[in-house]
Nanobody, 127 residues
């Protein structure tokens, strides 16, 4: 059973940067799809970024393109989300997710595509 543990969240001023980490314990194949989602208070969980395998397919939500970068270190079983030029609207709990055997039934941007989730880490951006 794979477990995901996020870290790196915090309080930052607008324009600042944070790097989130998601450490996976247990067996996680190098081909697994890894993603970051976020959920603001009173809002639904929304897709942020996803990476399939070692980076053959990477997708971002439009509002973070050019500011956020997802990456992966298979040797450390860790996925990262580098967040630059942060805005107050980026404030949310950020969760890491994994899809061990993605089969395309659901969109890769969909919550339903992922079978393993971390607990999340809070990111707060002040203006």
């Amino acid at each position: 059973q794979v477990q995901l543990v996020e870290s790196g969240g915090g309080l930052v001023q607008a324009g600042g940067s944070l790097r989130l980490s998601c450490a996976a314990s247990g067996r996680l194949s190098s081909g697994a799809v890894m993603a970051w989602f976020r959920q603001a208070p009173g809002e639904e969980r929304e897709f942020v970024a996803t990476m399939r395998g070692s980076g053959a397919s990477i997708y971002y939500r439009d509002s973070v393109k050019g500011r956020f970068t997802i990456s992966r270190d298979n040797a450390k079983n860790t996925v990262y989300l580098q967040m630059n030029s942060l805005k107050p609207e980026d404030t949310a709990v950020y969760c890491c997710a994994a899809s061990s055997f993605y089969n395309g039934v659901y969109s890769i941007r969909s919550v339903a595509a992922y079978d393993t989730w971390g607990q999340g880490t809070q990111v707060t951006v002040t203006s």
